[in-house]
């Protein structure tokens, strides 16, 4: 089973030791103007980190271990065995010693690699075996956890509540697209766990409903997606409320990619981190198979509805606008396409009826937008789709990572037209494969 999966048996309504809330701040919590994607050129994609040389990744090692060998706590354990968990991963392998050594991390390793699980046993295992201090008022939040979007806020919560079924750790999920009351409960409460998008908790700072003088752990997953969609100004006001790392708060940072930005802002907020790296830098996963079609913009409609009509399994269409996303799916369903539409316009309910549909196979196909799709946690996706090549090297990576998950195979496909070429040719070079 894969460790990024968790167990859904157990459901997503009442604070359930979680809870959401609140009329949506700008969607996803987004900062007030943003679009689904920046208004870059088709044309050339934005360079890639791939040169950044500012941290030299340590020595680990990553070799899979049976989760029973790490001396973990036994209500832990069973929460792991329900799970069907049985080894670590490599980045597991790698994370999961350091983490417990209280040791600031930067870690970075491909999508669909287990990372959720990398930061989630280690978190709960010392929150298991470390009591509140004396010092710290009861029923104040000890761990946050920051994630750029509502559907990777929900995944990691759901990870929690799996791994921490048999135990007595309570945990929130604060995100925007819903009303804010019952957040604004349980962060009173002080769960001991808040997973928030940083808009919406910001929302709640500003309402003084979130208490964060107690933070002892700050995880923060897609760092190089929160930068991209424009929270790190955000994330730097949340963390500049907490403990200083100077008072012994530990910092766990993680992404999929790791541009020059991200490197400077995490060696920032980190103190004396170790960078783990597990594959290869900024590149996607050697499970998925890369192809290219050459195709008009004007005839690339048709061409998916030729390819879709027998699809091999899940398909997700890639779409750098939320009108543009709309727009196709009206369009494949209307040929017969059994289809929908996801982004960040569309409200809390309808974006978890389109992914509980895309799960269940009421829907072969999903219309997305980046924004929209980060944090899928889908395992069955057979093909990704990029209708048009995407403007960047992470943006890339990230897309077709929603495929080749867990080392399954999986088949990436970029639809390029004529005035396409030079982009395309761009990026390839700075992925390192080979999209000709």
């Known amino acids: ?189 002080g769960v001991d766990i808040i997973v928030a998008t940083p808009g919406r908790l910001m929302d709640h700072m500003r309402q003084q409903n979130a208490d964060l003088s107690g933070i002892e752990l700050l995880v923060l997953d897609e760092a190089d997606r929160m930068m991209d969609m424009g929270f790190w100004p955000d994330v730097r006001r949340i963390i500049a409320t907490l403990p200083p790392s100077t008072s012994g708060r530990q910092t766990l940072l993680f992404s999929a990619t790791m541009p020059n930005e991200v490197v400077h802002d995490a060696l920032e907020i980190t103190k004396e981190a170790k960078y783990v790296q597990v594959g290869q830098r900024s590149a996607p996963a050697k499970s998925i198979t890369h192809r290219v079609e050459a195709v008009a913009a004007s005839h690339k409609p048709e061409w998916l509805i030729n390819h879709l009509r027998q699809p091999e399994g899940p398909v997700l269409i890639f779409m750098r606008t939320k009108i543009g996303a709309d727009r196709l799916a009206r369009r494949l369903a209307a040929a017969g396409v059994k289809c929908t539409a996801l982004h960040a316009d569309r409200s809390q309910d309808q974006r978890r009826i389109a992914v509980e549909g895309f799960k269940s196979g009421k829907y072969k196909v999903l219309v997305a937008t980046d924004i929209a799709a980060r944090g899928l946690d889908i395992d069955a996706i057979h093909t990704v789709i990029n209708y048009e090549v995407p403007d960047s090297p992470d943006a890339y990576v990230h897309r077709v990572g929603r495929t080749g998950r867990a080392d399954a195979v999986g088949q990436a496909i970029t639809l390029v037209a004529p005035e396409e070429r030079r982009a395309l040719q761009l990026l390839s070079k700075a992925v390192g494969v080979h999209l000709e």
């Not at 350091?98 to 991390?105: C, E, P, V």
Request: proline content about 7%.
């Open 1 to 189: 089973m894969n460790s990024n999966t968790t167990d859904r048996r157990h459901s997503h309504g009442g604070q359930r030791r979680r809870s959401g809330g609140g009329p949506p701040r700008h969607g996803d919590g987004a900062p007030r103007g943003r679009k689904d994607a920046r208004p870059r050129s088709s044309h050339a994609p934005r360079s890639s980190a791939h040169t950044a040389s500012a941290l030299e990744p340590i020595v680990c090692d990553t070799t899979p271990v049976p989760f029973a060998s790490l001396g973990l706590d036994s209500r832990l354990l069973e929460g792991i065995r329900d799970l069907g968990f049985v080894d670590t991963r490599p980045i597991q392998s790698a994370v999961i010693p350091l983490a417990l050594g209280t040791h600031d991390l930067i870690a970075c390793a491909e999508t669909g690699t287990g990372k959720t699980a990398a930061f989630v046993v280690p978190t709960l295992q010392w929150l298991l075996t470390h009591p509140v201090r004396a010092a710290q008022t009861t029923g104040t939040s000890r761990v946050l956890v920051l994630a750029p979007t509502r559907e990777l806020a929900v995944q990691i919560e759901d990870e929690i509540h799996g791994l921490a079924y048999h135990t007595n750790v309570s945990s929130a999920a604060v995100y925007g697209g819903v009303e804010m009351g019952m957040q604004e409960r349980a962060l009173k409460a």
